[in-house]
């Protein structure tokens, strides 16, 4: 385990930006799954954490699905996801207290997929380690926590989100072995509503991603 310092992420956020305008550099060319496209914390405007990061060295088992219970915007455009992501950071380091944000990444409505957690993209780039997260109570050293924008108590996500969750969750099994079966929700391990009908798609989930690895 160890600790990222502000510098250290700084320098990370620079590292992953510049001509990609802060996107996830290519896969391998051994990858069977394409990787997708995740805007670094650089690219959306992220603060800096408060404090320092903890680095778990080891590769998290488990993939966890949240929904952020906030309004079901009809504005998908990329500069919503930015501002959206801004929002929960915001609000994490706030309103929780939080050295950041607690997810490792998010999802919006119109399917771009965000860094959340600074310093957990170059982690999933390079398979190895991960940020602990605070995300979910007692699975923060172990899981992923992946934030989808929106409420899905009542009604179903737009297409766009569903995809690119699934995308999302086939890239980030194939970069951490993580077999499609260690895809769970929230409400599995804290007493909670999250991810709401999200959850009871899981198995579909694990399925589209198998059928992607």
Request: hydrophobic residues 35%; contains cysteine.
């Amino acid at each position: 385990m160890a600790r990222l310092s502000r510098r250290g992420v700084l320098r990370g956020a620079v590292l992953l930006g510049g001509a990609a305008a802060g996107l996830a550099a290519s896969s391998p060319a051994s990858a069977s799954v394409e990787q997708v496209s995740i805007a670094s914390c650089g690219a959306w405007g992220a603060r800096p954490p408060s404090g320092a990061l903890t680095i778990d060295q080891h590769r998290p088992n488990k993939i966890i699905v949240h929904h952020t219970a906030l309004a079901n915007s009809t504005d998908y455009s990329q500069a919503h996801a930015f501002q959206n992501s801004r929002d929960i950071q915001d609000l994490h380091m706030d309103g929780n207290g939080w050295v950041d944000s607690g997810q490792h990444f998010t999802n919006s409505r119109g399917g771009w997929l965000t860094e959340g957690r600074n310093g957990s993209l170059y982690a999933l780039l390079h398979g190895q380690t991960m940020v602990q997260g605070a995300h979910c109570v007692g699975q923060n050293d172990q899981a992923i926590g992946i934030e989808n924008e929106g409420t899905y108590l009542t009604e179903q996500p737009p297409a766009a989100l569903w995809n690119s969750l699934v995308a999302f969750c086939a890239f980030t099994c194939q970069q951490y072995a993580i077999p499609p079966t260690e895809i769970y929700g929230h409400k599995d391990f804290n007493n909670t509503q999250c991810p709401g009908l999200l959850h009871d798609r899981l198995p579909e989930l694990r399925t589209a991603v198998a059928g992607r690895l």
